[in-house]
């Protein structure tokens, strides 16, 4: 049994209730309908069939309020509220750090990674080239560290991937998400980079606005794509793909699925000793995102990702 330490929350975002209640089996609808969450609790109702993951356990969690924690250990059954991070080290054999605030997670993380404890980092890793880098360090020195947007696990993405080649040979893909860049930008970004094998991008242009983000993104092999993110827009993450010979629309609603596939990849990758996912792969996703990010700081600079 692997027990997790899980550490909760940032605004707007209840990781810490669904990732728990994915592994653990158990949630409390109406506790979790109080905070503020309703869609979190229909999902988990409409799939408590296949709740709980009997090779882990969620068995402490630590907030920045006790009584965040003691909500987040109700609802999921998590045995123990601890006071402190470090709290957490001698508990548990691995930690998921659910929270997407991504400037606090170097400091959030780095106890874990001093102490040589596989960890999880919510999405995205960081929005810095500093904090990615050290992250990149730490990696490098054999630390278990897996960060990844759930949608690089998406079943509707997957589904068109086994039928892809149908398309001939592609020649551009529209992504389209919702909400803000650092946060949300990485979700659309993931789901678009896995579903076509992770490809090296060499060039990262911002050409939207505030809230209103347009990030064009040309790869080493010549294929070009579009992100569009914004803010205030309805409707779910979407990605089309254009080829020679056909196109798909993409449409991407399954949180569940993609949560539960993704906290599996990374409690497989704890029992086997190293990341499933490849660091250079997430590494190569955060660039981008930061390279937008930076293009849009310089006015719409176009970057160049080999000196980036």
């Known amino acids: 049994m692997i027990e997790i330490g899980i550490i909760g929350m940032s605004p707007g975002n209840a990781h810490p209730y669904s990732w728990s209640s994915i592994i653990n089996g158990a949630f409390d609808a109406g506790e979790i309908n109080r905070i503020g969450y309703p869609a979190v609790a229909n999902y988990l109702e409409a799939n408590k069939d296949t709740l709980g993951i009997p090779s882990a356990k ?4 630590w907030t920045q309020e006790r009584k965040i ?3 987040i250990a109700m609802s999921s059954k998590i045995p123990q509220v601890v006071d402190s991070l470090e709290d957490m080290i001698p508990l548990v054999d691995a930690i998921l750090l659910s929270r997407d605030d991504p400037e606090n997670h170097v400091t959030m993380a780095k106890p874990f990674l001093d102490a040589g404890l596989p960890i999880f980092i ?4 960081a929005v810095t080239k500093e904090d990615l880098q050290y992250f990149a360090d730490e990696n490098a020195k054999g630390k278990l560290i897996m960060s990844c947007s759930s949608m690089r696990y998406a079943n509707e993405a997957r589904i068109v991937k086994q039928d892809i080649k149908s398309l001939g040979k592609l020649e551009l893909a529209t992504a389209i998400g919702k ?3 650092i946060k949300y930008g990485v979700h659309i970004v993931e789901g678009l980079f896995s579903l076509l094998n992770d490809p090296i991008p060499s060039t990262v242009r911002s050409i939207g606005k ?4 347009i990030v064009y993104i040309e790869f080493e092999n010549g294929f070009q794509a579009t992100v569009h993110l914004f803010m205030d827009i309805v409707g779910t993450f979407q990605i089309s793909l254009f080829g020679q010979q ?14 539960r596939d ?3 990849e990374f409690i497989r990758s704890v029992k086997e000793g190293t990341s499933r996912l490849p660091f250079d792969k997430t590494q190569n996703i955060i660039r981008t995102v930061i390279a937008a990010i930076e293009s849009s700081k310089e006015g719409g600079k176009v970057i160049d990702m080999s000196t980036f």
Do not use: A, H, Q
């Not at 969620?58 to 969690?61: A, D, K, L, Q, R």
């Not at 919510?122 to 890793?125: Q, S, T, V, W, Y």
């Open 262 to 264: 993704n906290i599996i």
């Open 246 to 259: 056909g196109w798909r629309l993409i449409d991407i609603k399954n949180s569940y699925s993609m949560f």
């Open 69 to 71: 924690s003691e909500s």
């Open 58 to 61: 969620v068995t402490c969690v």
């Open 122 to 125: 919510d999405k995205p890793l």
């Open 210 to 213: 505030k809230d209103r983000e």
């Open 179 to 181: 909400k803000d860049w």
